[in-house]
């Protein structure tokens, strides 16, 4: 009789499996706790951004889509992921005024980490 364990929750999808209306919602939350003050705002848009992803909700409550999506020189990976997991790589902080770093996931961090210093 064969042994099946249960499955692990996935932790992560692919902003370029997303349908078109979801990548815009998904983007306009992501702005949204970009630019959220302080109290719940922010961690309400990315609970929404991470359902709207298809991803359960991390218990970090913050997620991000890897930085190699749309960086010059990037593998054009578009991860979904906890940018609390292990292995995530800041590839730039974020600016005055914003809540959101550019983070690269933990396969592309370790595969080719950037920022690339010449």
Do not use: K, W
């Amino acid at each position: 009789m064969p042994v099946m364990t249960p499955a692990l929750p996935r932790t992560e999808t692919d902003y370029r499996s997303l349908t078109t209306a979801q990548q815009d919602e998904f983007d306009r939350l992501m702005e949204q706790a970009d630019t959220a003050g302080p109290g719940d705002a922010y961690h309400q848009a990315m609970t929404e951004a991470a359902l709207t992803a298809g991803l359960p909700v991390p218990a970090s409550r913050d997620i991000a889509r890897c930085s190699c999506l749309n960086d010059a020189g990037g593998c054009g990976c578009g991860a979904i992921f906890d940018s609390h997991a292990l292995g995530v790589v800041v590839t730039a902080t974020n600016a005055p005024n914003r809540n959101l770093s550019e983070l690269q996931c933990p396969t592309c961090g370790h595969d080719h980490p950037r920022p690339i210093t010449d």
